[in-house]
Each structure stands twice: as C-alpha cells, then as structure tokens.
C-alpha cells in the first residue's frame, strides 16, 4: 500500500506505482467519494475515444445508469 500526505491545500499526489498500474494521466478528472470515516474512494471517470457519440444518442455515457431521482434523493440525504 502506498502513503501520500496531504497538503495545506487539501491536496494528495497519487503514488506513482499506483498511476501507473490504473493508466491515469495528468489532467484527467477523477470524483472523490466517502465510504465511512477512515475510507476514500478515488473514482476516474472513463476516456471516451468518440465523445460525439455520447453527445448525438448512439452510445451511453456511464454502464451504471442512475436515474436522476435517485441522485436527487442522495442530496437530499446529506
């Protein structure tokens, strides 16, 4: 398991060996979750190699669909 150390400014470096092994790049956007209070999910968001076939319907953005009552719902809870 690698360690980082977080900045003043709430800032972690990932690991090398871990960029590494997940292919993540500078630049890339990753979504930061809460398991419970010692856990942190690091989630990165899929590189699309055609993005307009996202935007004009023919292919869907995510595999996991959540309905937008449901993240609805998940704001009301917190």
Avoid: N, W
């Amino acid at each position: 398991m690698q360690c980082s150390k977080v900045t003043r400014k709430y800032q972690v470096t990932i690991p090398k060996e871990v960029r590494d092994h997940v292919e993540i790049r500078a630049g890339e956007v990753v979504m930061v979750e809460p398991l419970d209070k010692t856990k942190i999910v690091i989630k990165r968001f899929p590189k699309e190699k055609d993005p307009l076939s996202i935007l004009v319907g023919r292919k869907q953005a995510f595999k996991d669909h959540i309905p937008v009552g449901e993240i609805e719902e998940r704001l009301e809870e917190r």
